[in-house]
């Protein structure tokens, strides 16, 4: 399994914290952006390829926590809530609305790295897509599972972590219609929380992605009305 330069985005108004959990971040190789609103964290996640998000649980617009139904609403990434820890209760909603981790001030920053080391190693490296290994090639597409690389009429495509996985179960499934609750629970492992929503929203960015290099490829992935996906390859 090659290694990963994973792509962390940061959203709070606390410049000084901010900085210290970047620099802390970064001392293990990631890639930190940071947003000082809730305008531009929503900005960066859609125009950036966002592998975590740690975010307060209240920004400087919307009612406690709407950041993270936001982002819900989106994607499956995995979301540090960062909370002021006055009440139990804000943790309990972070949590339902589908946090995977929350962190109480005061915390220090090394609790916060192992924090977002263990969710990449569970949402990620401990994945068994990652152990696929071999190719597929179909007209116009060739993914080699070994270096996790799509290639489109021989032009690399960039997909995020979960657009490859997604793309990689649909084919291990192909000519199969795969329901969205089975993508949750196969994909994304995270079943309690996720919106058919959110599997039709990587849907249409990974559809999209193939379709800059070939309509054909994108037309791979067909919507199956009511009952999901189905990944069949047309000549």
């Known amino acids: 399994m090659k290694t990963r330069k994973y792509r962390i985005l940061i959203v709070t108004s606390e410049d000084r914290i901010a900085l210290k959990l970047k620099e802390a971040l970064e001392l ?12 531009d964290g929503l900005f960066l ?30 994607s499956c990434v995995p979301v540090v809530t960062v909370t ?33 080391e263990r969710l990449f190693r569970y949402y990620y490296e401990n994945s068994p897509f990652y152990e696929t290994t071999g ?12 270096q996790e690389c799509v290639t489109v009429e021989n032009k690399q495509v960039e997909l995020t972590h979960l657009e490859y996985k997604l ?16 993508l949750l629970e196969e994909v994304w492992g995270y079943d309690k929380f996720g919106s058919n929503r959110t599997v039709d929203n990587v849907i249409q960015k990974l559809r999209k992605k193939l379709g800059e290099y070939s309509e054909d490829v994108a037309g791979f992935i067909k ?3 009511r009952r999901g996906y189905r990944f069949k390859v047309t000549n």
């Not at 293990?28 to 305008?39: C, D, G, H, Q, R």
């Not at 139990?88 to 589908?98: D, H, M, P, Q």
């Open 167 to 182: 793309l990689i179960y649909l084919i291990q499934h192909q000519e199969q219609v795969v329901a969205r609750t089975e």
């Open 28 to 39: 293990k190789n990631w890639t930190v952006v940071v947003a000082p609103t809730y305008n």
């Open 135 to 146: 190719t597929f090639k179909a007209p116009g597409l060739v993914v080699d599972f070994a």
């Open 223 to 225: 919507t199956e009305w």
């Open 84 to 116: 002021n820890g006055d009440t139990s209760r804000t943790v309990i909603e972070a949590f339902s609305l589908g946090a995977d981790e929350v962190i109480e001030r005061p915390y220090h920053y090394d609790e916060a790295v192992c924090r977002v």
């Open 45 to 74: 996640f859609r125009e950036s390829e966002i592998d975590l998000v740690v975010a307060d649980s209240q920004l400087d617009q919307g009612d406690n926590l709407s950041f993270l139904k936001e982002i819900r609403a989106l």
